[in-house]
């Protein structure tokens, strides 16, 4: 991969005739090589069964890797040139380069599996990105994260005092320009104008199959109902908890003798297995919101 | 399978030293040849993580297969023999003979995947049950299910005297001397004292991975939501709605591009493996229910 | 579904700068609808890591449906307007129309779980397709098939006379006007010329998870080598026994607790859900194939 | 878990009738608290359907997990006391101490993602093992596993002295008294000779779904061959390359879109996952092992 640098431009706009034409148009008439793309046409109406015409009210979602040097121009260029026909389309649009690493600040409690998934991920380059710093309510990880050259900040977040820990913690994503929040296991609840402020930026793996089990202690509540799958959610934070555009789910089949110690470690594994690939997903632009739901370019 | 006759003991009761000691000398002392058998112990105490004596309010659950001919008696003696130690361990116990086969009726509405998946594992002998009768409030299957040789009833269940329609039912199915009823997608909902009168003989299949999406189009919620997963749960029907001991669970992948439509026909999929699966699970009383969870000795 | 009648244009052709702005642009200029669509490049040399040009030898794969009503001519016409950009791009390509159904021959031998569940589908519906006969060595469901208003012949196939008996199965394809092809658990090995006459046309499913346990008796082979998994595969039928281009596959998980029998049974489920999923793909015109592989635009 | 200290008993016998009862006898005899019980029977021949008596050549496997405190005696005693017994039913047979830890050495090459995730697992406990030694043909981890306070043995496995090297492995294994060996993705074949000295103690994770993709390069064959799952198997080394007894299985989807690159991505996270199961089931004493298959006793 790191060999071949690509442009992607990730975008969304009203549905209507002609609109992969005129982007692709737009691409090929600058010679652009398209090396991977998806289109996705939602109909805007979750009562349709699919028979309605879907001009009315739909959504198109598009996604399109473009190799860097097949272009006569560089990314600002790019961006400026493609401005006037996303106007056009009414798009909410991005375009990213693939030289530049995401920067991506992790928030972490005691529990261990999630952070060393990440950090594996990282070092070994599957994950290409930058990690500026790691920001926990506990010390319990520091001596970890520095032996990987990765600073560490020790951020309580008391009681009696959430909004300082948390303009603390916006002051150090801001200062290592970060654009990217995972929340690696962290365990405290976000407060909601934080939510707001980092809308789209900040990622929580949940410990169920939402809507399954919301809230705290989920192995326990699934422990109870006597299920016979247990899972995890990858998902964008919102001001309402459990609430956020899911990304990723998947689960694991338990029994009646699996006690919750036992759910807890399977579940472990399912958490750190779908967070690494929402994130992944994430970085890669393959995430489009709307309307609290997730289209996902795989 | 077929050749091999043999008695299934299942019981459960409250935990303490030497139950298998008893129960598997009782056995051996008259040459009994266990051909399997499954032991659980619940610690009775779902806040406990397992670190706890297991001693005060555990439970204990059993269940033994028994080679026929190597008891020197038959069915009715071996229950006679075996009650004196049943009351001693204060068990709640059956012993059932692989010889006499399980009455099952079929309650169904107009979905026909669950009703050939149940009359194609009927037709082959992979469930070797008797179907005494085939029981809708529409007659769309009528004629199907005649081909197959079993009775069909048309009892329609209008909204203004459903107690008479299920008092039919109760009727027809008391009538053939039923033992397991499936609601193979029957979309009605059944009355209190109906649930109670036939308390763990009711078998439903559900379409959403409960505890998600409770009541009515799960498959509706489940779009709305956006989950990436969707699922069918088999349980036991009980006057609580959607609520029941849960026997069976499965999900699968959806993305964002799968309409209402196509969770709808993957989830068919779903709910017919997950209701053949929960339903030989009971059929070969391997499920025993306590504290509205099951304990499946698959 | 039904409501919405569209054309599905699938192609595929040597990639190069261009051909979605040129393909997308036709339709557009036409005033055409697209409703969905996925394009695929393959670089074309399985050894490439991904960091090599695409330039030299990749492939490209398309697929389009468009709204039948936007565009301004009929089918004909559209094809016929198409031919001179298709072979611009030495394309190779079909356009079907919805409104058409797909005319699917089954072949059967005793076993009954894919046929029930093919005629499943069928009668709701789900597989909105023509099955104008269905064909078996058997005469076992003969009168089941008949029940359903489907026209069966049994074509015995003897030992000593195998090109006689395919010559008749060819014939009835042949005037039935088949396009598909469907062995449903058919026990009979194919004959090369057979397989090459209906290149593309014939799809089985074989009860392994290949290329794991090619061959016969598949379930006898995994239980020998103890896997923990068991699986089926859906793929294209070609002169190489078990080898043709894979269209689906799936796994269940058994224990040291299934005999042959339990796993031939939980096999079965896998079988009939990856046989109808791979059909759908391919009626669809989903798949692609190139090198014996597809690419499937899900 | 740590609270409770159990003794596991798990054994093998040819079958016959009251095993359970003579077992479960002795241990009742001396007031032992059984916590979790498994048994087993294989009734010997793999062409048998099921149908035929299991009487001849056919062999039984159990499990047992005894409250410590409950019995008067220590393990050595209790070793010696259940002797006799074990002689007389013909039993392989062990006793281990839950407050004994196992003596994990591992193996590891340049591939980082199952040594990280083991370290994770021992780091929080949820593998309560001790780990003497990290052993590895290259020094890439050195400092990794030296930081976590694990001695680091840098064994270079040159190709014209092979037996050296793991001459020198097995003297550092013996030398902590391992009685587990993980290789975690160790590239090296290891002489038939060393399988044989430590047979059952060596772990493999192979990356395929065995038994296809025997070999080298097992995702290039997978990419070439177009299968729709990759997976990964965890077994024990014998001196038949990928031929030995299978502990876990499981697999993950792609599809045509992933490249070689993406499915060794997604094959990380199986093999981390399948080796963690596998290694948890060895460690406690819940595989038994009989004619190259494993019985799992989860």
């Given amino acids: 991969m790191a060999a071949k640098r690509f442009y992607t431009l990730s975008a969304s706009c009203p549905d209507q005739i002609g ?10 008439g ?5 090396l991977e793309s998806s289109y996705h046409a939602d109909a805007g109406d979750d009562d349709d069964l699919g028979s309605k015409d879907t001009g009315s009210g ?4 598009m996604r399109m890797q473009v190799k860097a040097d097949s272009l006569p121009f560089h990314l600002a260029e790019f961006r400026e040139r493609f401005r006037p026909l996303a106007e056009e389309l009414s798009m909410i649009w991005r375009i990213s380069d693939s030289a530049v690493k995401r920067r991506v600040v992790i928030l972490v409690s005691t529990q261990e599996h ?26 319990t990880f520091k001596s970890f994260v520095e032996w ?49 402020r980092y809308s789209g930026e900040i990622i929580n793996i949940h410990h169920s199959f939402l809507p399954s089990f919301v809230g705290a202690r989920p192995y326990h509540q699934a ?76």
């Fill in 19 to 28: 609109i992969i034409a005129r982007v692709a148009g737009f691409i090929a």
């Fill in 30 to 34: 600058h010679g652009g090589w398209i």
């Fill in 58 to 61: 739909g959504r198109y979602f």
């Fill in 114 to 139: 999630c952070l060393y998934d990440l950090l594996a991920r990282w070092q070994s380059r599957e994950l290409d990105i930058e990690i500026p710093c790691v920001v926990s309510n506990h010390d």
């Fill in 148 to 196: 990987h050259g990765i600073p560490f900040h020790h951020v309580p977040v008391p009681a009696d005092n959430k909004p300082a820990a948390f303009a603390e913690i916006a002051r150090l994503y801001d200062e290592v320009r970060g654009d990217t929040m995972v929340l690696a296991r962290y365990m405290q609840i976000l407060p909601a104008d934080f939510c707001a």
């Fill in 223 to 298: 422990y109870r109902r006597g299920v016979k799958l247990i899972g995890a959610t990858c998902h964008y934070v919102t001001a309402d908890l459990d609430q956020g555009p899911i990304i990723e789910q998947d689960v694991i089949r338990i029994d009646h003798s699996d006690s919750i110690d036992d759910m807890v470690r399977y579940g472990k594994d399912i958490e750190k297995a779908v967070l690494a690939r929402g994130l992944r997903y994430h970085l890669e632009d393959r995430v489009l919101v709307h309307a609290n739901k997730t289209v996902i370019f795989r």
